[in-house]
């Protein structure tokens, strides 16, 4: 499992080109279920999660695939946070690809990552976060890799299996950061129209590179507007509907993580969480809280009941006390 | 005014910093560091947060957690992508990174990955590099902050997740770095450079009352000195009081 080798399916262009061309770019509608979406999900598939470590992480979508108990799933994502626990403990990741895992400083270093990686349940193979964010770019402007400056002369080059390659003008050694084409992409957006046409606030992250550069693209909205609305301000959009493959209207779709200007972060659930850790150990404390918020609620809202109507209006106020 | 450890650092990483630049500034006692330097004495410093933020007002009680988040971004002027905003740095647009590691070795490399031989079996697995390789690469010049310990100062680290000057001399130059490096170590002890020739690191200043002896015992390789190892200037009654007015709630003072 923790062999350094590049995976040709990562950086397959050709194929990863075929596989698009062979597929619907449809127009038309791209409504539909939470579950219906993550249905798009297969065992042992590569998937890229949008957003950054908690912010705009499509946890509806996440927590979807988790109630499907997928398996052997690779989960690529340039900082992770939670989701990528959740994913450790549920046993659904085998692999993990990113530049770091942990919640944030207050909260120290991640016990679950510790657990799981340490104990070689799961692989975590570490790019450096311009690396992760170019590899993501070659793929999405369909080329097999692109020269850089970073990652050179450290240990990384050996984990990830990047090569060099020589500048054909000057003769300078250049990094050669291949593309990672991923099976799906779950992002979670601010609006989209029915057609899946999406726009983003504030941060962009990496998720325009991340869904031209997937096979398939799931998508869960904040708002849901009319065509008219997207066709008003089209400059705002930042992914066309046509590669969209599924689209779900689901407000709060991030939290406890935030959604820029909406909602913030909750860090009190942080807290609690790993307080809950710290006293009994990731495999027992992460395994109730699956139950408790993944597997028990059969919706998302059951789901946001739990943290109940006052904590979301504050997490609200504090997003526009930042924002405004 | 007795400073804590964290407050050194802060204070004198901010002035290291000089005015008609960029920094590239992390969560906690860097993005302090930056903030107060904007204030002080560098009011034309512009703050670049790797979560694709360039120049936020912090907003004092209100640090932020992550360089991704609301708090970081506050009344920022432009919020690039997170690989747009790596690719100013490697276009040469950021002059100061800003650095801290579990183990730094006597060439500046930094390990925030695995402790232990085996990448694939750690002894201890750390968060990872997030932004610090891109930044250890690609700014004109990085300056690590940290505590200095003896744990932390080790001749090789076990990981080089963020290269400094590698195995010294031209060692940086030959991997394909042909700029930047880390210039300066601002510690709880001194400030260090390096050699230019052997990228060895050396003493440079003592901060007050540290003496040669306690900053050999706590630095696991031989260090060189400079010939003249000046002292520092302590924190002042007004850099203090304005690191905390920063940070009220001593989130990342200690």
Redesign the interface.
């Known amino acids: 499992m923790?062999d350094p080798a590049l995976r040709p399916a990562e950086w397959d262009f050709v194929a990863a080109r075929r596989r698009l061309e062979d597929k619907p770019k449809s127009a038309g509608e791209k409504l539909t279920s939470i579950d219906a979406a993550a249905g798009h999900v297969a065992d042992g598939d590569r998937i890229a999660v949008g957003g950054?470590?908690?912010?705009r992480t499509p946890l509806a979508l996440v927590r979807e695939v988790l109630r499907a108990r997928r398996r052997g799933l690779t989960l690529v994502r340039?900082?992770m946070c939670t989701e990528g626990e959740l994913m450790m403990a549920a046993g659904a990741v085998e692999r993990v690809m990113?530049?770091?895992?942990?919640i944030?400083?207050?909260w120290g270093?991640?016990k679950v990552?510790?657990h799981y990686?340490?104990s070689?349940a799961v692989?975590?193979e570490?790019w450096?976060?311009?690396?992760l964010?170019?590899r993501?770019?070659a793929a999405a402007m369909g080329v097999p890799f692109v020269p850089?400056?970073?990652?050179?002369?450290?240990?990384?080059v050996?984990?990830g299996g990047m090569k060099?390659v020589a500048d054909p003008y000057s003769g300078?050694?250049?990094?050669a950061v291949p593309a990672l084409f991923p099976d799906v992409a779950l992002l979670h957006v601010h609006r989209a129209d029915r057609f899946g046409n999406c726009q983003i606030d504030?941060?962009?992250?990496?998720d325009?590179?991340i869904a031209r550069a997937a096979a398939t693209v799931l998508v869960t909205t904040e708002e849901l507007i009319t065509d008219d609305e997207t066709r008003r301000h089209p400059d705002r959009t930042v992914l066309p509907g046509f590669l969209v493959d599924a689209l779900v209207h689901v407000p709060f779709g991030s939290f406890p993580h935030?959604c820029?200007?909406l909602y913030?972060?909750d860090?009190d659930h942080f807290s609690e969480y790993t307080a809950s850790i710290d006293a009994r150990g990731p495999e027992a404390a992460v395994g109730d809280y699956l139950v408790r918020y993944v597997y028990g609620p059969p919706t998302w809202d059951d789901y946001l009941d739990l943290f109940g109507g006052e904590r979301l209006a504050k997490q609200q106020r504090s997003?526009k006390e930042?924002?405004q | 005014m007795n400073a804590t450890a964290s407050e050194l650092l802060a204070v004198q990483g901010s002035r290291v910093l000089r005015d008609d630049t960029t920094v590239f500034a992390g969560v906690g006692v860097p993005l302090l560091a930056a903030a107060l330097a904007q204030q002080r004495h560098a009011p034309k410093l512009t703050m670049v947060i790797e979560g694709g933020i360039i120049g936020p007002r912090i907003k004092p009680g209100r640090l932020p957690i992550s360089t991704n988040e609301m708090r970081a971004g506050h009344r920022a002027q432009m919020l690039p992508g997170i690989t747009d905003t790596f690719l100013f740095a490697q276009r040469g647009f950021l002059d100061y990174g800003f650095m801290g590691g579990a183990q730094i070795d006597q060439h500046g490399n930094v390990n925030t990955s695995v402790l232990g031989v085996d990448y694939w079996k750690p002894k201890v697995r750390l968060p990872g590099t997030g932004g610090a390789n891109d930044i250890a690469s690609l700014c004109k010049e990085v300056i690590i902050l940290t505590v200095h310990e003896k744990r932390r100062f080790v001749p090789r680290v076990d990981f080089v997740t963020s290269p400094a000057w590698l195995d010294g001399g031209d060692a940086r130059r030959r991997a394909g770095l042909p700029f930047g490096g880390v210039s300066r170590v601002v510690t709880t002890l001194g400030i260090f450079g390096f050699d230019p020739e052997t990228r060895r690191m050396r003493l440079d200043a003592l901060h007050p009352g540290v003496t040669r002896e306690q900053v050999r015992e706590q630095t696991g390789f031989p260090l060189l000195e400079a010939a003249t190892v000046a002292v520092t200037e302590p924190p002042s009654a007004d850099e203090l009081a304005m690191l905390r007015a920063l940070d009220p709630e001593r989130r990342f003072l200690g």
């Open positions: 923790g950054c470590l908690f912010s340039n900082l990113t530049a770091w895992m942990s944030g400083l207050p270093v991640s990552m510790r990686v340490e070689g692989a975590l570490e450096s976060h311009l690396a964010g170019l993501f770019r850089a400056l970073t990652m050179l002369g450290s240990d990384l050996a984990v060099t300078e050694t250049l990094a504030g941060y962009p992250h990496m325009a590179d935030e820029y200007g913030e972060a860090f997003a930042l924002t």
